[in-house]
């Protein structure tokens, strides 16, 4: 139980164009849904949390019109990459964290994504 | 402020030989305490986590993770490692009361020498 499902699993995308991320929540119900996004040998940087049917919390120095977050559903997650550029290049990983599924909080993580510019 | 800190970068190890991988955090009560373990272009992997009781925790792949209150830590250990468990290690801490995020600490990679 509890699998989160990234699709793409990768993405290879133009400068200038955008790009959409989604997760999904493969057997229980996520009410917070998490995206981080991760460089190259470092750790996880949270960029926003979303909870189901309301706007997402972004986190300090993430720009909310560049990434755009939606949470429609209890089981979908999705994260808009708006006119990416090759910055924008980098490893993003959901999860999402459910209920009485979720003792201690604990999220359950996606496969990633691997994001790149040209 | 709340931190994780992993003091260890990098760490080399011989394959059989045993490991421990450092983990300590600030915070003024217990909190909810994992470790995750990451290969190379993939998420995230649960390998134990503590909530409460018994401060020895067992989890998959034979590591075990032990919270000592006194120090503030939660160690990572694994009696025999094998080649397969060369990865990137993060620890990790929820708070147990305000906004419940995570906070990562800035992983350990190992290696492991044959």
């Known amino acids: 139980g509890a699998v989160v499902s990234q699709h793409p699993s990768w993405v290879i995308c133009k400068s200038g164009t955008s790009v959409k991320i989604e997760c999904r929540s493969l057997d229980f119900q996520a009410t917070t849904m998490f995206w981080y996004r991760q460089f190259p040998k470092q750790s996880l940087m949270l960029m926003a949390t979303s909870n189901e049917g309301s706007k997402a919390t972004y986190e300090q120095g993430v720009e909310k019109d560049k990434f755009l977050i939606n949470h429609a559903s209890l089981t979908l997650s999705t994260l808009t990459v708006t006119s990416a550029h090759p910055e924008d290049s980098s490893f993003y990983i959901c999860s999402a964290r459910g209920g009485l599924i979720s003792i201690g909080n604990e999220q359950f993580f996606g496969p990633g994504t691997r994001l790149t510019v040209l | 402020a709340q931190s994780v800190t992993q003091p260890d970068i990098h760490i080399t190890v011989s394959e059989g030989a045993s490991l421990e991988l450092r983990c300590n955090y600030s915070?003024?009560?217990?909190?909810?305490l994992f470790w995750y373990v990451q290969s190379p272009g993939q998420g995230l992997q649960l390998l134990l986590k503590y909530f409460s009781g018994d401060t020895l925790v067992q989890g998959i792949k034979g590591f075990e993770a032990e919270f000592k209150r006194s120090q503030s830590s939660f160690n990572l250990r694994k009696p025999s490692v094998h080649w397969s468990d060369a990865a990137e290690y993060f620890c990790?801490?929820?708070?147990?009361?305000?906004?419940?995020?995570?906070?990562f600490g800035t992983g350990t990679r190992l290696k492991v020498l044959a």
């Open positions: 990790a801490v929820v708070p147990t009361s305000g906004t419940y995020k995570y906070i």
């Open positions: 915070y003024g009560a217990t909190p909810y």
